[in-house]
């Protein structure tokens, strides 16, 4: 029982940070414009797409993010809402250790040795811990779809 | 329950967002330099003033050469630190401004907009800095002035063309405040270029020569 | 399950698809245009800053440009525009000669840097400007990235 509360307060809580996310990637509330332009300047620091695919990317991945974090926190679509963080995340990972194997300083979007660089390990290792967590309230959902099935 | 025990060990490397907050002594920091000072050092000091943890996660300089320094990352409630911001002038003069927007972990939004402000205070003016001719323009000759600023004394100690075909005459208004240059091209029938370097006595340990370019085209 | 997931999954891509296509359009501008090729720019109500140009003018112009390159000698010497002079404060000193060498009177100089809100840009056409008192200057509107979405 303590685990399925536990299981919940995880699954809303991830849930309310996608969405959180994907919400500060649509609008920006400090000087109350579009965020898009900034994010697709973000991705395009990465140098993995072309100009036109960082802003479709820019203007399409942050939906993704809030609707699938509505799903988790609703659980409607669950599966699939884990099925496309995961694989958001995953992506993510993917093109951060791309840009630490180059060397990008992706902190900066202009010219300036400065910054504290972007610290990978850390971030990398976050979204790590985010997708184990992810996989895990998959597994859960598996596990529970099948105990539910042999009840038949 | 195994599983109750690992997700609370994964739950507690989470940061922790309630409770969180820097304090910072001096956002915004005014400095006057001198372009032989060649950078300008300023120490941002911060407190730890909330009952959790927090983690400085990154810093973005507005683009310019300004390097951001951080002894760790990570402040107990109570504990200071600083962020070290040198900022190199390179041939930059006049008012400055760069700023470090900081970011903590657990915020999406910046924590603080940190702002560092430099009057670079060049002590010599060479006004303007180019002098141009087209081909067949009348060779007549062209002004430049070139005027201590600051509350400085700069001597012109002498005007030297890299090209003989354009000639340049130093003329005193006033000695260590005003000086006029002359630039007299022999003729503008084809393409020149020439660099006029004019030597000063300022700063003492190390005199700056000034370049005026000079283009027939 | 997985084929449950997956399915799932699409689902909720499609319907992210709805809100995503509103914001593209209403950001981009969408218009059909008669050339195969259809452009994108960004919301043309954006306001010009001092000096500043957009892509678009800067092509009617033709050739009677030369493009200057605000950026790191790294990012510049990777791409660059055709032809551009790298040009910044830090290499202010060794560079602005061989500015000066590919200048032209009538040229309409163009300088670009990073991207929107890079001020490299504007600090280089400051001291074109004041220092060598070249008029025709201007700064590209979305920098870098405006090039190369042109």
Known sequence: MAGQIVATLLRVGIGGLFIFAG??????????????????????????????????????????????????VFRRLYTGALVMLLALDAVFIAALSSAWARGLDISCGCFGRSDIQVNYPEKIGQNVLLLALLGLLLWLECRKSRHASRLD | MPFLRVTLALLTCLPAIAGAELRWEQPIQDFQRSPEDKYVEARFAFKNVGSSPVTIRRTRSSCGCTTAKLAKQTYVPGESGEIVAKFNFGSRTGPQRKTITVFTEGKEAPDVVLDLRVDVQQPFVVSPGLVFWRIGDEPVAKLIQLTSANGRKVRVKSVTSTNPRVQAKLQTAEEGERYTVLVTPAATDRKETAELRVETDYPADAPRTYTIYARIK | MIARGLREAALLAALALVPALVSGAVQLQWKPSKTAATRMEWRKEEPLQEGEVRMATVQ?????????????????????????????EDVWETQVAEFLNEWEPEYAVVIYCDGATCDASHAVRKRLTEELQITNVYVLKGGWAAWQGR
Not at chain 3, 66 to 85: G, I, N, T
């Open chain 3, 60 to 88: 009617m112009w033709g050739d009677k440009v030369l493009w200057v390159d605000a950026r790191s000698r790294q990012k510049y010497e990777a791409e660059h525009a055709p032809d551009a002079v790298l040009l910044n």
């Open chain 1, 23 to 72: 919400v500060v990637k649509i609008w920006d509330f400090d000087t109350g414009g579009s965020a898009t332009q900034a994010f697709a300047l973000e991705i395009q620091n990465y140098q993995l797409t072309t100009w036109t695919a960082s802003i479709v990317a820019a203007i399409y991945l942050p939906w993704l993010e809030v609707l699938a974090g509505l799903a988790l």
